[in-house]
């Protein structure tokens, strides 16, 4: 069965400052791969998602990953925090064998100080 | 238009209730899920349906009953709450014809249910 690390648990850094957030997986073929945001009292937001090709993946709100094999990770960056970026995040992980659902990590939460 | 809704937002109860959360989806998909998400943040898989059907189960106590009357609709009736079901629960649905862990995974903002 797949499984999901997000090493850190909380994580702060200044606003426009650079960020990256670590994720590892653990799955025996080619998984899918995603990173969701979550911010306060809200429900969870895809940001970004590698199922094949290009392992470096553009998401929404300058958020950027990478799928490196030979680490088995996916991890986030974005260039320049903003304040807004403030938020839990979550990666997952889901296999290409029917009706398995994804697998999330723990999350990280990031906080953007001025 | 909101395209996952969950109903209530918020839910306080006593011990040995039954209560319920509604889930409707505007997107067209066929699968729906339920998650728990803990004090602790972590989001874990209880259900999910395609086209009304069940087709994940995980280890979920038999007092959480899932509901799909069409394939817009998944509810969560939950009998004799526990203390240990506090948590928010997200109701997600994702794209027809894919296999449910594959799509992309759209959620509701959650219904926080307090258990006292």
């Known amino acids: 069965a797949q499984s999901v690390t997000q090493p850190d648990i909380h994580i702060t850094v200044s606003e426009g400052a650079s960020l990256e957030l670590r994720c590892n997986y653990s799955y025996g073929a080619t998984p899918y791969l995603f990173w969701y945001v979550q911010s306060p009292g809200q429900g969870l937001q895809l940001l970004l998602k590698y199922f094949s090709g290009d392992t470096l993946v553009q998401g929404i709100k300058g958020f950027e990953a990478e799928f490196k094999r030979s680490q088995s990770s996916f991890n986030l960056r974005k260039p320049s925090v903003h304040w807004s970026d403030a938020a839990e995040y979550f990666c997952a992980v889901g296999s290409h064998s029917g009706n398995t659902p994804l697998v999330f990590g723990k999350g990280t939460r990031l906080s953007v100080i001025a | 238009d909101t395209a996952v809704s969950q109903t209530p937002k918020y839910l306080v109860t006593q011990m040995g209730n039954d209560k319920s959360i509604k889930c409707e989806q505007n997107l067209g998909h066929d699968t729906m899920y339920w998650y728990k998400q803990d004090s602790k943040k972590f989001l874990k898989i209880m259900f999910s349906y395609n086209n009304k059907e069940l087709i994940i189960n995980e280890t979920v106590p038999n007092r959480f009953s899932p509901k799909s009357p069409d394939k817009a609709h998944l509810n969560l009736h939950i009998n004799s709450l526990e203390l240990g079901d506090s948590a928010v629960y997200f109701c997600?649905?994702?794209?027809?014809?894919?296999?449910?862990?594959?799509?992309?995974?759209?959620f509701g903002e959650g219904s926080r249910l307090t258990v006292l």
């Open positions: 997600a649905s994702s794209q027809a014809g894919l296999a449910a862990n594959t799509g992309e995974l759209f």
